[in-house]
């Protein structure tokens, strides 16, 4: 599922694997930021807001009891 917004910027949702149960589900986010003093800020922070907007949306903390993801890459 991809939602796309006016600036550009991008929420994938992913699941891997044959089945709902023991699947993986990946969230791929992505921003353009312009402004080259901001693009070397950490990327937890820079996406902080579209990261928020990726679980209120698909409700994955409610959905997983999970608070954070397991791996970031």
């Not at 969230?27 to 807001?49: F, H, I, S």
Request: proline share 3%; charged share 30%.
């Amino acid at each position: 599922i991809r939602v796309l917004f006016g600036d550009g910027s991008r929420i994938v949702y992913r699941l891997s694997g044959t089945g709902t149960e023991g699947a993986t589900l990946r969230v791929y986010l992505e921003r353009y930021e312009p402004d080259t003093e901001r693009q070397q800020q950490d990327t937890q922070q820079a996406l902080a807001d579209l990261i928020r907007l990726a679980d209120d949306i698909a409700g994955i903390r409610e959905r997983t009891g999970r608070d954070r993801p397991t791996v970031i890459t």
